[in-house]
Nanobody, 130 residues
Framework: QAQLVESEGGLVQPGGSLTVSCAAS????????MSWYRQSPGKERELVAG????????TYADAVKGRFTISRDNAKNSVYLQMTDLKRDDTAVYYC???????????????????????WGQGTQVTVSS
C-alpha cells in the first residue's frame, strides 16, 4: 500500500527556517516525480516545488523562489522541503505528492514528468507567526 508520511511542521517566527520531510513507502519512489503543495484557508491547493525523478531538476512557485529548496534522497525514499526566510503568507498545510506532473527547465530545455499513479500525504501544518 502506497503511503506518504510528512514530518511534523510547526510554529515559526517570520524570518525563521524550517525543514519538512516526507517518507515514502509501498511504491517505486525513484520512478516518481515528487512535489510539495500547500493550502491555506479559503484558498486552492497550490504547487510549491517539484523535483524530477532523479533529483537533477526542480521547479518552484514564484512566491518561494530563492527561499525554499526541494531535495530528495532516492536511497532513503524521502523528499525534503527546506524553507528559509519564512513569511506569514507561507502559513498553510503542506502536502507531499508523488506522481503529479511537473514541468522543469534547464536553459532552453524544458520537459515534464509524471506518473499514471498519484499519491498524497496527510499534510503537515506550518504556521508563521510572531
Amino acid at each position: 500500500q502506497a503511503q506518504l508520511v510528512e514530518s511534523e511542521g510547526g510554529l515559526v517566527q517570520p524570518g525563521g527556517s524550517l525543514t519538512v520531510s516526507c517518507a515514502a513507502s509501498g511504491f517505486d519512489f525513484k520512478n516518481y516525480p515528487m512535489s510539495w503543495y500547500r493550502q491555506s484557508p479559503g484558498k486552492e491547493r497550490e504547487l510549491v516545488a517539484g523535483i524530477s525523478k532523479e533529483g537533477g531538476y526542480s521547479t518552484y512557485a514564484d512566491a518561494v523562489k530563492g527561499r525554499f529548496t526541494i531535495s530528495r534522497d532516492n536511497a532513503k525514499n524521502s523528499v525534503y522541503l527546506q524553507m528559509t526566510d519564512l513569511k506569514r503568507d507561507d502559513t498553510a498545510v503542506y502536502y507531499c505528492n508523488a506522481g503529479a506532473k511537473i514541468t522543469v527547465s534547464s536553459g532552453d530545455f524544458q520537459f515534464t514528468q509524471s506518473h499514471e499513479s498519484e499519491y498524497w500525504g496527510q499534510g503537515t501544518q506550518v504556521t508563521v507567526s510572531s
